[in-house]
């Protein structure tokens, strides 16, 4: 076979070339690629990487001030010590986390499981716990070499000097949960370190919470800070400045003590809330301070229920305080005069049933059934009346929708309207309009509602609508509040000579009837009492409703207090004590002004 030895040396030649030329084009490519990610994308790739580099802590917005109508101080921002643990470093120490629980007073599995849920932090510290006693902190500070990543620093929280005594109107604020971060998500917000939850806190939180600052800082490839580059101050928020009477407040927890219950003051000229008063109360500082166990188990255990505010939350029936409505109903159907009289006997039988008066009162007309809150005479008026007739007046009174206060948790109580007897399919029988003409039956109401109403008593018919901030003031802006404004939030027609008519009866109420407990030296009174029953075995809920002076009202009160028996031994007094500090508050601030 013919062998061609020339063929060998060309293949030898084409190899010699075809490496060297693969390697210059792959040469060629990285240059390109090079070129093309220093200059195309340089500036854009070197933002992404500074970014990977650094990491934004956020530095909290000292949280806006709160405070009553006269600047006393209601919410404050304190600093104080706290315990800062770096989850990252401490997670997988037990040793630790059981050493620094001692240490810090905690259940060790409350802090292993915040430490737990701070996991996504990093090396990011987060306050294990806040409002540190010197003797705390030394010890956390002595024991630091066995505490990785943990370390003592100043630190804020929310401050309520005055306790108990608004929790239920200013609320507390607390760490942020899924629902927060949605809702400032949702706003544009950025995410603070903590949130009001309830009352005005949460109302305006986003006036109350500022801007958060930011400060930029280096870490290394783990995540750890190595160096501080650039800080952004945070801008605090805004000023609240509450309606609110301070002292008139405690007042009213004072009278108060040991009971269930609320008050509610208004002026009824401005519709500005005085006091808002809830009963048991709880501490918010548990709160901002972070709550342990064993706090909240004691709160969400107590049968008395701390924490509703029975205000705007509770609904009861309003007994003989809704006699007045029932009265102005039959004014207005032309069923009642000044003449008209019905001899009460202790009780009236409707049919087969026997509907009983509290007294045997003989031949009254309507001042004295007022004054001694004669059942027979308000049933005589009820069953010439009919259903419709009478809750009209109660919803022009605002009964059965919410007043609009702006605080969460408001009830709309209970009015048999047509369409709530036909949604229940309800028999509804004579009875049952004796029972409403009392205050009675298908029937509830909120304190703040009667309130309300006894703002519209005391105006002859106008209520505006409550209010409960007078001023939102940015920091480094401090003008003086300027005066409420508030709408007309209601009316009810009736003659001028009937309206008289009906605050005299009142006013004898409290001269010469059930309500003397209310009396003020010196100050004239109207008001009404009521005991409404809500089940056989069970003390009746104790009503006061009123306003002092009775012509030209600057408070008008209302005092429930539950399962408390007769409203004029058990609500009249609380109402006198709430309504004496007012005009001692008034008096002295008069003297101080000359």
């Given amino acids: ?83 800062m643990v770096t989850p990252k470093e401490i997670a997988d120490d037990a040793a630790a986390i059981q050493k620094l ?54 630190h804020s929280i929310r401050s309520y000097p005055r306790g108990r005594a ?37 109302s305006r939180d986003f006036e109350l919470m500022g801007i958060p600052g930011a400060e930029s800082i280096e870490v290394d490839r783990a995540g750890r800070p190595l160096r501080p580059r650039e800080t952004r101050a945070p801008l605090p928020g805004n000023k609240l400045t509450l309606t609110l009477d301070a002292s008139l407040q405690e007042a009213a927890i004072r009278a108060l003590a040991g009971k269930r219950g609320a008050v509610v003051a208004i002026q009824p000229s401005t519709g500005e809330v005085l006091c808002m008063v809830s009963t048991p109360s709880y501490d918010p500082n548990w709160f901002a ?24 939350s509770s609904a009861f029936a309003p007994g003989s305080t809704f006699k007045p409505i029932t009265l102005i109903a039959a004014v207005r159907a ?63 009174f605002g009964l059965g929708d919410r007043v609009g206060i702006e605080i969460r948790g408001e009830r709309r109580g209970t009015l048999p309207t047509d369409e709530f007897v036909h949604s229940r399919n309800l028999q509804w029988y004579r009875g049952d309009t004796l029972n409403l003409g009392i205050g009675q039956g298908y029937l509830e109401v909120t304190p703040l509602q009667m309130a309300a109403y006894a703002c519209a008593l005391a105006n002859r018919g106008v209520a505006y609508a409550p209010i409960l901030v007078k001023a939102s003031t940015p920091p480094g802006n401090s003008p003086p509040p ?22 005299r009866a009142m006013v004898r109420v409290v001269d010469s009837g059930s309500g003397v407990r209310a009396q003020i030296s010196g100050v004239r009174v109207a008001g009404k009492t009521g005991s409404a029953e809500h089940g056989a075995d ?57």
């Fill in 1 to 83: 076979m013919a062998i061609d030895h020339g063929s060998e040396p060309r293949r030898r030649d084409t190899s010699q070339y075809l490496l060297p030329g693969v390697t210059l084009c792959c040469f060629m490519l990285l240059l390109l690629r090079l070129w093309y990610l220093q200059v195309v994308r340089g500036e854009e790739l070197s933002r992404l990487a500074a970014a990977n580099r650094t990491i934004s802590v956020p530095i909290p917005s000292p949280r806006g001030q709160v405070v009553d109508r006269s600047g006393r101080v209601l919410a404050a921002v304190k600093p104080t010590l706290a315990a």
């Fill in 101 to 154: 629980a001692r240490l810090l007073h905690l259940p060790p599995d409350d802090l292993k499981e915040d430490i737990q849920e701070n996991l996504y932090r990093g090396y990011l510290p987060f306050p294990a716990k806040v409002g540190l006693t010197p003797e705390e902190a030394v010890a956390v500070e002595e024991q630091r070499a066995f505490l990785p990543g943990v370390f003592v620093r100043m």
């Fill in 166 to 202: 608004f929790a239920h109107v200013l609320g507390y604020v607390s760490g942020l949960d899924q629902e927060d971060v949605e809702r400032l998500t949702q706003a544009d917000k950025p995410l603070p370190t903590f949130v009001g939850k309830v009352g005005v806190e949460f």
């Fill in 289 to 312: 301070r972070k709550i342990t166990r064993a706090e909240w188990n004691s709160l969400a255990n107590d049968l008395r229920l701390p924490m509703q505010n029975r205000a705007l």
């Fill in 334 to 396: 032309g069923l009642v005069s000044p003449g008209t009289t019905f001899v009460c006997t202790g009780s009236i039988m409707v049919g087969n049933q026997r509907f009983r008066c509290l007294g045997h009162h003989g031949r009254v007309n309507y001042e004295t059934a007022v004054e001694k809150s004669c059942n027979v005479f308000f049933y005589e008026l009820a069953r010439r009346l009919d259903r419709q007739s009478i809750v009209q007046v109660a919803q022009q």
């Fill in 482 to 503: 300027a005066p409420t404004e508030s709408p007309v939030r209601l009316s009810v027609d009736l003659s001028q000579q009937w309206w008289d008519r009906v605050v």
């Fill in 538 to 594: 069970q003390r009746p809920h104790a009503w006061f409703i009123g306003f002092a002076p009775a012509t030209n009202p600057e408070i008008a009160i209302v005092v429930v207090v539950e399962e408390g028996g007769r409203g004029g031994t058990e609500a009249a007094p609380v109402a006198g004590d709430v309504m004496k500090a007012y005009f001692a508050g008034r008096n002295a601030a008069s003297a101080r002004s000359r």
